[in-house]
């Protein structure tokens, strides 16, 4: 019964979150709900319903002019991108700008180039169009953008150059410049998942790929995931003038647009200002965040663990030293036997390249109190020392 599309999704998860929520939750993608903007959220949606309207009909695919309009500007300002209102095509956040992606620009066999290790649901979303994955590996300079070199073809490169997901390095500029020029060589474009950008912490924003790009190979993906809810389900693309006639299309059947109500109430919060000092509140108490779950990692793990990708983001890396990578799995199931939620890091690297030698964990902190992330760290600890020298063989 089962298209080749339908057999290939039934090798991925068909749930987000596991049927029981631990009771402290370091599982990535998680917003603190009180971190959220409620009442003008709710303000703005109101002035949205009761707008008057003569009737209640589908709007534009691409999303609202207004919207459209207001994201040019945040990009303008936020993250020195260049772009006209009409690149911009509203989405119901970065999953689906990447299945549109799929759509548009992959046939199966198209060779599809992806960072190892990488974000799952972006890799699992190529190999269910039947792409042709390579992994290309990271190191603290994002993306070995050296190693693409000897690839002679390649329909897409998927990257997160702001904080390579989830080891968090950044892209170098001269990466930059090389992956660039690789794909106008070889005629690929360039999918840039710009996720979570908000978050720098104690260095100044790192510019968007696209702003370099001249060539229009650079697709910008963004969400509002990271910053209101991963349950609006609104973020969007900016794609080449080129492709803007392709992505419209292919939007409109996918669901003909993404809700109207949300899109004019996050319009009107992106321009009154609303918006920009939200960022910067949950910026700072991310870093709140951030900086407690470091403090803890120091007092509770000392020179065990290394930590990386810090520097930005809402997650880091744990890096087991004594802990060998086979020994991941089990620290996952002692930890969520503790009721501690937390992902484990090697399923997220392509099995051909080999394992990271150590046992890793990715680690989400936005969603958590300050108490929480001590009382989880203290707690990650104490199953991690048990893990690492098994009872009775402690000093
Ligand atoms: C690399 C990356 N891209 C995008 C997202 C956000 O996805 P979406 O906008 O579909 O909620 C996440 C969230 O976890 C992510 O880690």
Redesign the pocket.
Known sequence: VLSKFGQRVLAFPTVNQPAVRPVIDFR??AMSADDFPTLPWKQAMNRAILRKQSQLSYSDPGGTLELRQALQSYLARARGLQCDAEQVIVVS????ALDLCARVLIDPGDAVVIENPC?AV?RELFEAVGAKMHFIPVDQDGMRVDLLMSQPRGRLVYV?PSHQ?PLGSILSVSRRQALLAWASKVGALIVE?D??SEYRYGARPVEALQSLDRAGAVIYVS?F??TLS?QL?I?YLVVPHGLVTAFTAAKRLMDRHTSYPTQAALAELLNNGVYDRHVRRVRRLNGERRATLLDAVQRYFGDDIEIEGADAGLNVVLKFRALPWSKERKLVEAATAASIGVHPLSPLYDRSQGRPAEAGLVLGYASLSLAEIERGIQTLAQIATRSIRPRGQRS
């Not at 956040?93 to 689906?96: A, L, M, N, V, W």
């Open positions: 990535y993608g956040g970065s999953q689906q974000y972006a997160t997901y998942d996720y979570d969400t995931s990271k991963p389900r973020g």
